[in-house]
């Protein structure tokens, strides 16, 4: 069982992926069912993946019986398992979400839906599993193909903001594919860990380093480094309500883990250091996007564009503490990974019940939202301490192990970066919180009934994840240091 | 210098035309046609990493004599194209289908003037 389960969390989402047409044919009422239950079953296997790493080491699944380097693996280690909790879990809620509003507006493309979704999810699964770099790229493209369609779903200007995600999306792919070919031409091998063991004495290679620039390029581009962003605020913002928080919370922190992936495993921490130019351009990178994010974010009136820009902002955070190059840059990277997943999903399911019960797209409008839905508000409020960073909620512990590991290693301006940051996203929360609570109220228009429960319960999990990520901090950091930090940093 | 390694040359003008036509062209189906040169100079460049002249399909004759690695041709790179021309077909449908529904929005495929109808 035990082996078998890598293979399991990607194949119960896909199987029921695939026969979901035909259900949808047969008992169209089974699809939400199917489709969420499907999700919770990948829950459990994620989590009993996960015990079973923490207890036993990673599990290692050949396809076929074929032995690495020749044959094709799957690797699931501490840093995976943790990862594959993350995606299951947001995947399972925000579906639950998702399904209220889909099922009320896109009643004829309920199954593709739901089908797109359950790929997007087993795609995610073989990008967080895969040990190969060419198997990474397959899952990759699967997983931006589905994005594409969701992102297309919503018709209309959706259309033009999925085409330029395509665009950029396939220049991206392409440049990490062409990246990967650098890599075999100089080694003649795609398996991660023989890679590792092939790199450290080709380093001299001008070959291997325009390989290494091509996939971070690559990667780039898929997880919306800035200044490689552009597809993102125009997708999330034109985006289905419903589907919007699926894919602002996982699709840019895949490949942003894909890469720390590459550059801690692949690479390695030793040759790292050595070179040392890597992590450094790297946490310039990282600083600028903190930076570029933030302003931008703080320019903006439409209230996803605002709430994307925050994302970009947040992954050059990510990206800041992974260069760091110490064990608690590392953890404090992955622990604000996945804390800025769960309130970019909590952000946009704010946004997204905006939209649907009160047709609140820009700032500006925020003056007709009536005040009475406490479960939005309580969401709001607490997603935005956690996004500024005050004590009890996930944002702040993240960022201040990331600011402490800034120290460590000496980067005072990624400290400086970090904290206007931080000043910045305070400043377009308080503009956003004033017109909502403080400004009189105009037109104001009265919705009739409430949020559909899915959409409150929803919104509920991801405000209650903050806090509970807040309060229990220093055991999941001490949990990434322990099980899921690659092996080289000096304690 | 550079003739002595021409098939990358190849391989460097199809990609850095294909991103050429993509940024500069106005048109939707004229970009997913650079797109499809970016993709088919990277397949490209993986083919010709696995060429060698006088060598053959690694299938082998157990005649007895010893194998000669030398005799034949690495197969991977170009199993791992007929991947990405998999996804480079998916890629293309997907494009065309967005290609499509634009087209039935919005009665255009120039880029101006699809801006100009949106406001």
């Known amino acids: 069982m035990r082996e078998n389960l890598p293979a399991l969390q990607f194949l119960i989402p896909f199987f029921v992926a695939v026969s979901m047409p035909v259900m949808g044919w047969l008992r169209p009422n089974w699809c939400r069912p199917m489709a969420l239950f499907s999700l919770l079953a990948m829950v459990c296997a994620s989590l009993a993946a996960l015990l079973s790493i923490l207890d036993q080491g990673p599990i290692r699944y050949p396809f076929g019986g074929w032995i690495p380097p020749v044959g094709i693996e799957w690797v699931q280690d501490g840093l995976s398992g943790v990862v594959m909790v993350m995606v299951s879990l947001l995947a399972l809620v925000t579906l639950f979400y998702a399904s209220p509003g889909v099922e009320k507006t896109l009643t004829a493309k309920v199954v593709p839906f739901y089908t797109l979704v359950l790929l997007l999810v087993s795609g995610f699964t073989g990008m967080v599993l895969a040990a190969d770099l060419f198997n990474l790229f397959v899952f990759l493209e699967v997983v931006s193909l589905c994005g594409y369609a969701l992102v297309a779903v919503a018709g209309g200007r959706a259309l033009i903001a999925a085409f330029r995600y395509l665009i950029l999306g396939t220049i991206g792919a392409s440049f990490y594919l062409l990246g990967v070919g650098y890599l075999y031409a100089a080694t003649g091998t795609l398996n991660m860990a023989d890679l590792a063991q092939r790199l450290p004495g080709l380093l001299e290679s001008k070959a291997v380093l325009t390989g290494l620039v091509f996939i971070v390029i690559g990667l780039g581009i898929k997880m919306a480094l800035a200044p490689l962003h552009g597809w993102l605020p125009d997708a999330y913002a034109h985006a289905h309500e419903a589907i919007c928080p699926l894919i602002a919370s996982m699709m840019t922190k895949v490949p942003l883990y894909a890469l720390a992936r590459i550059v801690f495993w692949v690479l390695g921490l030793e040759t790292l250091l050595q070179t040392h130019a890597f992590l450094y351009y790297m946490s310039w990178v990282g600083t600028v996007a903190i930076l570029a994010g933030a302003f931008l974010a703080l320019s903006e009136q439409d209230i996803r564009r605002m709430f994307a820009y925050s994302g970009v902002s947040h992954i050059g955070l990510v990206v800041l503490g992974l260069s760091l190059g110490n064990q608690t840059g590392f953890a404090g990277a992955i622990f604000y990974l996945m804390i800025d997943a769960v309130m970019q999903a909590a952000l946009f399911f704010v946004a997204g019940v905006l939209l649907y019960r009160y047709g609140i797209r820009q700032v500006a409008d925020l003056v007709r939202y009536g005040g009475r839905a406490p479960w939005t508000m309580a969401t709001l409020i607490i997603t935005a301490l956690s996004m500024v960073g005050i004590p009890p909620t996930g944002g702040f512990f993240g960022k201040w192990v990331i600011i402490l590991a800034a120290l460590e290693a000496d980067h005072y301006v990624a400290v400086g970066a970090i904290v206007l940051g931080t000043l910045l996203t305070l400043a377009f929360f308080v503009r956003f919180l004033e017109k909502m609570l403080l400004e009189e109220r105009q037109n104001v228009q009265e919705q009739s009934g409430e949020t559909p429960w899915p959409m409150r319960f929803g919104m509920a999990v991801m405000a209650v994840a903050i806090l509970l990520l807040g309060i229990f901090s220093d055991p999941a950091i001490s949990l990434i240091q322990d099980f899921a930090s690659p092996s080289g940093f000096t304690k | ?119």
């Open chain 2, 1 to 119: 210098m550079f003739l002595a390694r021409s098939n990358f040359v190849a391989f460097i003008l199809l990609f850095l035309f294909g991103l050429y036509i993509m940024m500069t062209h106005k048109n939707l189906i004229k970009k997913l046609i650079g797109m499809y040169l970016v993709q088919t100079g990277v397949i490209l460049f993986f083919i010709t990493l696995g060429v060698k002249e006088g060598s053959t399909v690694p299938i082998l004759f157990l005649d007895g004599g010893p194998i000669q690695a030398s005799a034949y041709a690495n197969p991977l790179p170009h199993v791992l194209m007929l991947t990405a021309i998999v996804v480079g077909v998916a890629t293309l449908g997907v494009s065309l289908a967005l290609v499509i529904a634009i087209y039935r929005q919005y009665r255009t495929l120039e880029e101006d003037e699809l801006f100009r109808r949106m406001e």
